[in-house]
């Protein structure tokens, strides 16, 4: 925006925040708090998005470590996921509004930042009415298991589904997406001190069955069969264990045995998922059944703790340790 000071026309600036960094290394390291000027107009074809709030995600550590499939030109402004509110809108742009709450429309556009100018393509609208925390953890791992759970094995109620790694974000999704399309869901996590509490909260999610992988082996081994997909996060001898649930023609997710049963193999990468050219109203389908389960409370979203951008290198560590609760970068209510 322009303004008149003595008869002078001057450009009108924001003073914008971001987290960037110039080298792969140690998260706590190399990732560096800036303060920019941005334009308050973004060019034409562009919008200007206040970004409000953003989780950290193992992509995000494995992006700032160099170890993730993506990477952005460096220095490049650091986070995958987050969500954000349309200020204004430059020339041209017909696909938001302003006031619109939108995602990134693929990942490595660096989120963790108070303000950005995206290209009209770079952003994807979403409902304004869901609560922050779901909406800045919409794009990853609810749509992960959305995905896993419908585009490999056409699966019907009363269908049964074998997952490891249950206690994760994307198991505790899977295992929720099932409970409301009534398909069974058998859980597998590691034993541990707290094994009942984990069991209590999972069940909670509407798990079937949660047992640790030793019980898989032993006392449930041949009781669990004719599963129709088996997601691995684990790998390993695990593997073998979830393969041996499967029924003929069964599906596994994305390593495992490459005989026996007709068994297939399906790597699976939500990031790509997104770009792929025409997903565009699948994306609205998927975004509005899952907006829908999260406004009418039948879908949980994961714990959180709350920090600010100035407390980046306490949250990273946080983050790369405490598996139980996500840390949420909130730049702005």
Known sequence: MLSLRNGIISARWIC??????????????VLKLQTIELPDKPPAGHVHVKWLAAPINPADLNTLQGVYPIKPPLPAVAGNEGYGRVEQV????????????????????????????????????????????????????PPTAYRMLKDFVDLKPGDTIIQNGANSAVGKAVIQICR??????????????????????????????????????????????DVRLALNCVGGKSTLFLAATLGFRGCMIPTGPLIFKD?????????RWYEQPGNTEERK?????????????????????????????????????????????????
């Not at 914008?16 to 390291?29: H, I, N, R």
């Not at 068994?263 to 990468?269: C, H, N, Q």
């Not at 598996?323 to 970068?329: E, G, P, T």
Request: proline content about 3%; overall charge negative.
């Open 285 to 333: 389908r998927m975004y509005a059944e899952l907006g829908g389960w999260i406004k009418s409370e039948e879908f949980r979203t994961p714990s959180f703790e709350k920090r600010r951008l100035e407390e980046h290198a306490a949250a990273i560590e946080a983050a790369a340790v405490q598996f139980d609760k996500k840390q949420l970068f909130v730049m702005s209510e």
């Open 90 to 141: 430059g020339e041209g742009v017909t696909a938001v509004r302003v006031g619109d709450h939108v995602l990134p429309a693929k990942a490595g556009q660096g989120i963790w930042r108070t303000d950005g100018h995206h290209k009209e393509n770079e952003v994807f609208p979403i409902d304004n009415e869901l609560p922050q925390e779901a909406s800045a953890t919409l794009q990853v791992n």
């Open 16 to 29: 914008a925040k971001q987290l960037v960094y110039s080298e792969y290394g140690d998260p706590t390291k």
């Open 180 to 225: 409301l399309r009534g398909i069974h869901s058998v859980n597998i996590v590691r034993k541990r001190d707290n094994l009942s509490d984990l069991v209590k909260e999972l069940k909670e999610l509407g798990a079937d069955e949660v047992i640790t992988e030793e019980q898989l082996a032993k006392e449930y081994r041949g009781k669990i069969k």
């Open 263 to 271: 068994i297939r193999l399906a790597g699976y990468w939500m990031s």
